[in-house]
């Protein structure tokens, strides 16, 4: 059964700082691999996905993925106030439906 | 764009008590999910519907029923409330592929007294 975590459990960084956060997961069959984001309060929202191993970058967001690890990371530059939010990620194996999420990162940005 | 309507936002009810939670998408999605959130914490899945009228269950399934009469929702029983399972229940859906982004409902708080 897909077991997925995250580290740390919560983070502090002051603005401008690069933040990065950490998700394993245990089947080497998943496919799909992303990060969500939720404010307080809020409906979590997709924030980056990849499928393949290597680095994918979206403006001050990049996710890095080693499947033979059976890790992959996000990494934000530049961090700022409104990056303020619970950080999930989530994991689907190659031919399932099921969406397995970690237990999250809660990351506080310090103006 | 789409929306998915959980109902209600608040629920309260009686230990004990059966209580049933709403979900309403319109983005034609054919997979939709429920999932709880313990406050703060992730998500853990309890069932999701790969299509109307289909059912599977998540690891968190015990305690509830689920189901996908039409195509547009699906809903979640808590077949007799206990207080350790307050918590935010969070409905969601994507396309028919596994590997496409999932959008959230906004979710309902169930408080059980």
């Known amino acids: 059964q897909q077991k997925v975590q995250q580290s740390p459990e919560s983070l502090i960084v002051p603005e401008g700082a690069m933040t990065s956060l950490n998700c394993t997961f245990s089947?080497?069959?998943?496919?799909?691999f992303a990060w969500y984001r939720q404010h307080s309060g809020k409906a979590p929202k997709a924030l980056m996905s990849?499928?393949?191993?290597g680095e994918k970058e979206e403006g001050r967001f990049t996710i890095h993925l080693n499947k033979a690890s059976l890790h992959f990371s996000l990494h934000i530059r530049d961090s700022q106030p409104s990056d303020s939010a619970l950080y999930l990620c989530?994991?689907?194996?190659?031919?399932?439906?099921?969406?397995?999420f970690g237990s999250g990162t809660q990351l506080t940005v310090m103006p | 764009g789409g929306i998915i309507t959980q109902t209600p936002k608040f629920l309260i009810g009686q230990e004990g008590q059966k209580l049933t939670l709403k979900c309403q998408q319109n983005?034609?999605?054919?997979?939709m999910y429920w999932y709880r959130q313990d406050s703060g914490k992730g998500l853990r899945l309890i069932y999701y519907?790969?299509?109307?009228?289909?059912?599977q269950k998540g690891d968190l399934s015990e305690g509830y029923d689920a189901s996908r009469e039409k195509k547009s929702s699906f809903s979640l029983t808590v077949t007799s409330a206990q207080k350790n399972e307050m918590a935010v229940f969070l409905c969601?859906?994507?396309?028919?592929?596994?590997?496409?982004?999932?959008?959230f409902g906004s979710g309902t708080r169930l408080t059980v007294l």
């Open positions: 519907s790969i299509t109307e009228n289909d059912l």
């Open positions: 990849i499928f393949s191993n």
């Open positions: 989530a994991v689907s194996i190659s031919g399932s439906w099921q969406l397995i």
């Open positions: 089947d080497s069959a998943s496919q799909y």
């Open positions: 983005f034609n999605h054919d997979t």
């Open positions: 969601a859906s994507r396309r028919t592929s596994s590997a496409e982004t999932l959008y």
